[in-house]
């Protein structure tokens, strides 16, 4: 069973525009809440995490929106640029912070110039 | 700085056969994990160890065995290789704690056939 659901699969969006990818999940436990970006034939790196007692963590264009009571949580880019293209994924852990974490199944993001 | 190591790059191998993946780490983290991606499911957790001499199962623990002998390396052994174990693997490290980021090796894409 996928714990974390994330969508969509794919995205394609103009430069400068704002790209928006969801994550929902299960586990009621979970308390730790990062987004990782992937860049073809290379290992995914931090891009940005949250905790549930904030709402909203902002750095720089990325911003990430935390609805604890839906169990929702989403990645805000702004400015979308040609370098942002990449595969995101959401991930969240509970108690280990980043030791055993269950990821969402990823989204390729294109940002067309 | 190296960070994550991990070799081969490239593997194939024909079904039943066994092999090593190597994962090496200069950061002195405690955690290190293993997790396979495939197209459409995000990266799954298959061992993890919280520090030299303790390792535990993730979600797709299966044909994999781990060992940790000391902190900085944790090799990843497939006993007989099956074609549903073609993937790509990466290890990661963190230092443990809450709000700690993983760091991921550049992956071993493995083909079985």
């Known amino acids: 069973q996928q714990q974390v659901k994330q969508s969509p699969q794919s995205l394609i969006v103009q430069k400068g525009g704002i790209s928006i990818i969801n994550c929902a999940y299960e586990n009621t436990a979970f308390d730790y809440f990062p987004w990782y970006q992937q860049f073809p034939g290379k290992g995914p790196a931090l891009l940005i995490a949250?905790?549930?007692?904030?709402s909203e963590k902002k750095e720089g264009r990325f911003t990430i929106s935390f609805n604890k009571s839906a169990k929702q949580f989403s990645l805000h880019i702004m400015d979308s640029q040609p370098g942002d293209s990449a595969t995101y994924f959401c991930a969240a852990s509970m108690n280990q912070g980043a030791q055993k974490l269950v990821f969402g199944q990823g989204t390729r993001l294109t940002i067309n110039p | 700085n190296a960070g994550v190591t991990q070799t081969p790059k490239f593997q194939v191998l024909k079904t039943g056969q066994s092999m090593t993946l190597q994962c090496a780490q200069d950061m002195n983290h405690e955690y290190m994990s293993w997790y396979r991606q495939d197209p459409g499911m995000g990266l799954r957790l298959i061992h993890y160890?919280?520090?030299?001499?303790?390792?535990d199962q993730g979600e797709v623990p299966n044909g994999y065995n781990v060992s940790r002998s000391t902190t900085e390396d944790f090799p990843l052994r497939l006993l007989s290789a099956a074609p549903s174990q073609t993937s790509v693997y990466f290890c990661a490290s963190s230092p443990g704690g809450f709000n700690t980021e993983a760091f991921f090796g550049q992956g071993t894409r493995l083909t079985v056939v």
């Open positions: 949250i905790r549930p007692d904030v």
């Open positions: 160890s919280v520090g030299a001499g303790i390792t």
